[in-house]
């Protein structure tokens, strides 16, 4: 969001500290508006033990994020919870809550709406408004913990927007939410995933923050993966898997890839065998997903049959394959669609 004031949730406590020491107040200030951050404190008025001068500086100078629930659907079908939220500027992003046997997952959203136009995508079609600042994104984990009164112990940011296109404040992001003044959550269960922009995905791995990476990958070569991906005219695949390959050497995290089936596009055994020989000896997984079929678009998922053979397939040749469970199909109608019928439904009303 473009505001002149200062955001705080997207300061670490070192920056914090050098901002109210740069302004007269004692270190230990620093530590205690952490504190009402982490509990929640959307406003300088209910931090009861700060004096009245920094109170007015923070209220004056500075602002803290929060996130809305606009809406809340929850599955008929087992835990998953699906969240709009909303922030000060009024625009809005998803998030999925899912319950696994090891704890609770998140996915957010790291900008609202994608430029990267993948034409089988729901957020790619609803083109591009704005990128999320870093407490935008752990206002998300926050309100979703507070609603649901859970703690969440895993992230993935595979909601609406290209994370490596917002590059700076996902860094961000990543540093405050592993960090123990923060969420504290770990790095190792954290993901992220990109459509593939080759130079982030290099950047990214100099940070060695040993984080996951999901690349969607789509198709098993650049003539089937330009057909609905954009950016694979700019980075083509034979780079885009050597940065995986250096992504996994400087952090020691396997790669997935993402790759949704889509009937007559992608999913022939032909395709399989393609992607085989190009993911050999990779150490991979392969997350295959049936396309959800979204508006607007004419593609439609592959038949369970198909899926089966392109599984058998990777399998037979040493590539760990698994198609993904779907959970909170009723609700789920793939990233960015909730969105985009909140968006239609208020046009509707005006
Ligand atoms: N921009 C990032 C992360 C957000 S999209 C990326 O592209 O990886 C999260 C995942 O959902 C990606 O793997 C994306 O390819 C996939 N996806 C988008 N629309 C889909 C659809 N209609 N069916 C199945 N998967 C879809
Ligand atoms: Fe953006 Fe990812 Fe959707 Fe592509 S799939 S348009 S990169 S959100």
Same mark, same amino acid.
């Given at each position: 969001?473009?505001?002149?004031?200062?955001?705080?949730?997207?300061?670490? %406590?070192?920056?914090? *500290?050098? /901002?109210?020491?740069?302004?007269?107040?004692?270190?230990?200030?620093?530590?205690?508006?952490?504190?009402?951050?982490?509990?929640?404190?959307?406003?300088?008025?209910?931090?009861?033990?700060?004096?009245?001068? $920094?109170?007015?500086?923070? %209220?004056?100078?500075?602002?803290?994020?929060?996130?809305?629930?606009? !809406?809340?659907?929850?599955?008929?079908?087992? !835990?998953?919870?699906?969240?709009?939220?909303?922030?000060?500027? &009024?625009?809005?992003?998803? +998030?999925?809550?899912?319950?696994?046997?090891?704890?609770?997952? @998140?996915?957010?959203?790291?900008?609202?709406?994608?430029?990267?136009?993948?034409?089988?995508?729901?957020?790619? !079609?609803?083109?591009?408004?704005?990128?999320?600042?870093?407490?935008?994104? @752990?206002?998300?984990?926050?309100?979703?913990?507070?609603?649901?009164?859970?703690?969440?112990?895993?992230?993935?940011?595979?909601?609406?927007?290209?994370? /490596?296109?917002?590059?700076?404040?996902?860094?961000?992001? $990543?540093? /405050?939410?592993?960090?123990?003044?923060?969420?504290?959550?770990?790095?190792?269960?954290?993901?992220?995933?990109?459509? &593939?922009?080759?130079? !982030?995905?290099?950047?990214?791995?100099?940070?060695?923050?040993?984080?996951?990476?999901?690349?969607? $990958?789509?198709?098993?070569?650049?003539?089937?993966?330009?057909?609905?991906?954009?950016?694979?005219?700019?980075?083509?695949?034979?780079?885009?898997?050597? +940065?995986?390959?250096?992504?996994?050497?400087?952090?020691?995290?396997?790669?997935?890839?993402?790759?949704?089936?889509?009937?007559?596009?992608?999913?022939?055994?032909?395709?399989?065998?393609?992607?085989?020989?190009?993911?050999?000896?990779?150490?991979?997984?392969?997350?295959?997903?049936?396309?959800?079929?979204?508006?607007?678009?004419?593609?439609?998922?592959?038949?369970?049959?198909?899926?089966? *053979?392109?599984?058998?397939?990777?399998?037979?040749?040493?590539?760990?394959?698994?198609?993904?469970?779907?959970?909170?199909?009723?609700?789920?109608? *793939?990233?960015?669609?909730?969105?985009?019928?909140?968006?239609?439904?208020?046009?509707?009303?005006?």
């Amino acid at each position: 969001m473009t505001d002149s004031r200062i955001d705080l949730k997207s300061l670490t %406590q070192a920056e914090l *500290s050098e /901002l109210l020491t740069d302004r007269g107040f004692p270190k230990y200030r620093a530590k205690q508006v952490m504190d009402w951050l982490q509990k929640g404190a959307v406003s300088a008025d209910e931090m009861t033990n700060l004096p009245a001068d $920094l109170k007015n500086f923070i %209220q004056n100078y500075c602002y803290i994020s929060v996130s809305i629930i606009e !809406k809340k659907l929850i599955s008929r079908y087992d !835990k998953t919870v699906k969240y709009l939220f909303s922030f000060a500027d &009024g625009e809005c992003v998803e +998030a999925v809550v899912m319950c696994y046997r090891h704890g609770y997952s @998140i996915c957010i959203s790291t900008q609202v709406g994608c430029k990267m136009g993948c034409t089988f995508c729901a957020t790619g !079609k609803s083109g591009f408004s704005r990128s999320l600042t870093a407490s935008e994104m @752990i206002a998300q984990i926050e309100a979703a913990q507070r609603d649901l009164h859970v703690r969440i112990s895993n992230v993935v940011l595979m909601g609406m927007g290209e994370p /490596l296109d917002n590059f700076e404040n996902v860094v961000r992001f $990543l540093q /405050l939410v592993t960090s123990e003044q923060s969420l504290n959550i770990g790095a190792r269960h954290i993901t992220l995933s990109t459509c &593939g922009i080759v130079p !982030k995905i290099d950047e990214l791995a100099a940070y060695h923050i040993p984080i996951n990476l999901a690349v969607s $990958l789509h198709a098993p070569n650049d003539e089937i993966r330009s057909r609905t991906m954009p950016v694979a005219k700019a980075y083509p695949m034979e780079e885009l898997l050597r +940065a995986c390959r250096d992504y996994f050497a400087a952090t020691g995290r396997r790669v997935t890839f993402e790759y949704a089936l889509i009937a007559g596009v992608n999913d022939s055994d032909r395709c399989a065998y393609e992607l085989a020989e190009k993911l050999k000896g990779m150490g991979c997984h392969v997350n295959l997903i049936p396309v959800n079929a979204v508006e607007g678009t004419h593609y439609t998922k592959s038949s369970v049959k198909r899926q089966q *053979s392109f599984v058998k397939i990777l399998a037979g040749r040493g590539i760990a394959a698994t198609v993904r469970r779907t959970l909170g199909s009723d609700i789920n109608a *793939s990233c960015g669609q909730l969105r985009r019928n909140h968006i239609n439904f208020k046009k509707e009303d005006e």
